[in-house]
């Protein structure tokens, strides 16, 4: 006999399937679209997801509401972007919103691009983390950034593409990995973790912890880069010279400062054409790999919920504020007209007309560059950017406290990096305070040592240089016989004898005439010079070299390289560089062997070769260098020195601060959300 119970139950499920066959054979309508003034359906019971939109949006229906006015009661059904019919395929891949409770697992990834040269790339330095912690108003926001051990902290949800390279764009590379500190600057290694932070690391770590849904920050950043030539919008049309300055060129035929001959005009308009829009366009060709595939760097991509591009950060903007030639008289009003065309462009090239955008209006020296800063921020302005463009000014996050140690600094730098300096005359100058706390290692003194030193020339083609350049220190292949030259027994008896400096020509500079020397350094190009001296004294806490070059130098000790400098310096002095124990592990009690290589200096608006050289060894005491310590607080108090910890760089990249960067991405960040939220 059946169980009253289960009768009862099996008729009911047998109904209910009945009537569901029913509503199936009399409703095929389906889902219906609201943003084609589709009604609810009859006996509707359910809520009604506006997905196809874009909008996170819902209509509930029940028997108490009419077909008469759903619109009146659902404001959010009304939204612009509801109307957007024509969305592109990127568009239509990113936009798909989220089921009412969903999680994190059932979301659209969310991606934000950052764009920008070098203060976008980041040079603030791991090393200037702790100066966030000394401002009470920063100290929480440093917390955020690192693990409890102190090291960075590691973004469980948020990834990077990170886009970048050497300023010419010439060997890019793609530096990926889940967000932490290194996603900075990377200079021609940008694969390789490099120490500094930009905007990125804390601007992840915000949204990582304002969002549920996983991110992606594809970001394209290199150096030097303007928005008027390299970064130029496409729609923006050709460069074209202001016509204050163009009627200047008009009046200079023959070309003058800054101003090419009227004949090499043309090839001026088409090289200029050529550079233009060229990072543009790789900033966009790599944000189209990146989300063809984004599994390729999130691995916690969704395929079936695909992505949503939720905000770019534009931080840009030095080169244009010191380019006189494109921006005359300080009048920034074509920056905005560009900005305002970059905008336009990206969203159409990325298929996404409503993105979020962010400007980040450049700050470098605080308050000032008024005008440069108002043409920044203006296209935010403009009522077709209304509701989803915002600047963010960052004049707000400027140290000032690095600011005014950054010229004491200078001298500070000047004052150590200088073992001796010359009197106008070029003699050595002996009263300078600072010189008697680094004493002469070895006998006899440098004044009195002899040298013996040999000039030669470049002979293989390799080893010529085709044409001028101000860093023209080089190695070449030295004559036959002199491959151990720098070793402590090399014969050098038939080399020339004499005394330091070794010079030529006329060297002038900062108000020192360089002109006498003790021995002449002939025509050729590269002076190889050796000299020895005793050592019986090596209580010495540090040691350093002073060394006189007008270009770039090998200095060798005992057989071994001990320093190379490739650039050159303009100031007739001598520079101090200060030793570790690698290097001074050569200088020993006894018999010692100093060598030194160089080249001379020349301009085409000098072409007389001119150079001068001179070199020996010092060493300070442990007792000394706690006086030169004391001594040196009048120029560099305490106060500065702390503030200084805090600074990589110089004032153009935000004095490499990681606490004026962590300060940006939060705000680039928060601004970013909020325009979400609209």
Request: glycine fraction near 8%.
């Amino acid at each position: 006999m059946i169980n009253p119970l289960v009768r009862i139950v099996t008729l009911l499920v047998i109904a209910a399937f009945a009537h569901i066959k029913m509503a199936t054979a009399q409703d095929p309508v389906g889902v219906p679209d609201f943003t084609k003034g589709a009604k609810i359906p009859t006996d509707s019971r359910h809520d009604w997801n506006l997905g196809p939109t874009g909008l996170r949006g819902w209509i509930f229906t029940d028997r108490l509401v009419t077909n008469e006015e759903p619109e009146a009661k659902e404001p959010e059904a009304k939204e612009p972007e509801a109307k957007e019919p024509e969305a592109k395929e990127p568009e239509a891949k990113q936009q798909k919103a989220k089921e009412s409770g969903s999680d994190s697992a059932k979301a659209p990834l969310k991606v934000f691009i950052l764009a920008g040269q070098s203060n976008m790339e980041g040079h603030a330095e791991i090393r200037t983390f702790d100066y966030i912690g000394k401002d009470p108003a920063s100290a929480p926001l440093l917390k955020e950034m690192r693990n409890p051990d102190g090291t960075p902290r590691v973004c469980d949800k948020v990834w990077m593409s990170y886009l970048t390279g050497p300023y010419d764009g010439s060997a890019n590379g793609e530096g990926l990995g889940k967000l932490t500190a290194g996603f900075g600057a990377r200079g021609d290694q940008p694969t390789k973790d490099g120490g500094k932070i930009g905007p990125e690391f804390t601007f992840g770590i915000t949204m990582e912890k304002e969002l549920s849904e996983p991110i992606l920050i594809i970001k394209t950043a290199w150096g030097g880069r303007s928005l008027n030539t390299e970064f130029r919008p496409p729609s923006a049309g050709p460069y074209k010279l202001p016509k204050q300055i163009q009627d200047e060129w008009d009046k200079h035929p023959q070309g003058a400062h800054g101003i090419p001959k009227l004949e090499n005009r043309k090839k001026w308009q088409e090289d200029k054409d050529a550079a233009s829009g060229v990072f543009y366009r790789m900033m966009v060709e790599h944000v189209k790999k990146v989300l063809a595939d984004p599994a390729r760097v999130c691995p916690a991509y969704d395929p079936k919920q695909g992505y949503e591009l939720a905000g770019f950060v534009w931080l840009q903007g030095f080169n244009d504020l010191v380019d006189g030639q494109t921006y005359p008289n300080g009048n920034y009003d074509e920056y905005s007209r560009l900005l305002a065309h970059f905008i336009r462009d990206v969203r159409n090239d990325l298929s996404a007309p409503k993105m979020p955008f962010v400007i980040g209006v450049l700050g470098v020296e605080g308050e000032k560059n008024v005008n440069f800063r108002k043409a920044m921020a203006a296209p935010a302005a403009m009522p077709e950017f209304k509701g989803n463009v915002v600047a963010v000014d960052t004049a707000p996050f400027w140290d000032r406290d690095i600011e005014a140690a950054e010229p004491k600094q200078g001298e500070y730098n000047e004052i150590v990096g200088t073992a001796h300096t010359l009197k106008a005359d070029g003699t050595l100058d002996t009263e300078r305070k600072w010189d008697k706390f680094w004493k002469p290692i070895g006998k006899p003194l440098p004044q009195e040592r002899n040298w013996r030193f040999v000039m030669v020339d470049a002979t293989e083609t390799k080893d010529k240089l085709k044409e001028f350049t101000d860093r023209r220190f080089r190695d070449i292949r030295l004559p036959a016989g002199m491959e151990n030259w720098v070793m402590p027994d090399f014969d050098d008896s038939k080399w020339t004898e004499g005394k330091a400096p070794i010079g030529k020509g006329i060297w002038k500079h900062s108000g020192i005439t360089l002109d006498n020397y003790s021995s002449i350094w002939g025509k050729e190009e590269f002076l190889l010079m050796r000299s020895t001296f005793e050592v019986d004294n090596l209580d010495y806490d540090a040691y350093r070299i002073a060394i006189l070059a007008r270009q770039g130098f090998h200095v060798y000790l005992n057989g071994h390289k001990i320093h190379t400098y490739i650039w050159w310096l303009d100031k007739p002095q001598y520079r101090a560089i200060v030793l570790d124990k690698e290097q001074t592990q050569y200088l020993k009690k006894g018999k010692n062997a100093l060598a030194v290589y160089a080249n001379d200096q020349y301009s085409p608006n000098s072409p007389e070769h001119y150079a001068a050289l001179d070199a020996w060894l010092e060493g300070i005491t442990k007792s000394e260098q706690e006086k030169l310590d004391l001594a040196l607080k009048e120029v560099l108090s305490p106060k500065d020195r702390e503030a200084l910890k805090g600074a990589s760089n110089g004032g153009y990249h935000y004095f490499g601060s990681a606490k004026i960067f962590a300060q940006m991405g939060k705000a680039f960040a928060e601004a970013n959300l909020k325009l979400i939220k609209k």
